[in-house]
């Protein structure tokens, strides 16, 4: 899921419905116990996870969508990626002494 719009139009019967179609970037993470974990940083609380890749993008897809649907539903703004450039997770091992 990577920063672009496009707007499709469909139509239901005599209606024309406008639909958008969002593109976000999300994060993969390999979970410990297996699977993974799944992040879309510019969306705050989206977060899901999945047993597979392929489960964890069809949850992630489900994620953004309902987030969209209640945001539109509020009469908030949809937040654009537009040029937004995310900086890559920084991983370090951290050392403790307890």
Excluded: H, N
């Excluded at 139009?9 to 976000?24: L, M, N, P």
């Excluded at 969508?65 to 703004?77: I, N, P």
């Excluded at 949809?78 to 307890?98: F, H, N, Q, S």
């Amino acid at each position: 899921m990577k920063g672009q719009i496009r707007f499709k139009k469909k139509s239901a019967g005599r209606k024309t419905i406008r639909s958008a179609v969002y593109s976000y970037t999300a994060f993969f993470e390999p979970a410990v116990e297996g699977g993974y974990s799944v992040t879309v940083p510019i969306l705050p609380g989206v977060i899901t996870e999945g047993d597979t890749l392929s489960e964890a993008r069809a949850r992630v897809r489900e994620a953004v969508r309902g987030y969209l649907k209640v945001l539109r539903k509020r009469g908030e703004a949809i937040p654009r990626e537009r040029g937004a450039r995310l900086r890559r997770p920084i991983t370090e091992r951290v050392a403790v002494v307890v």
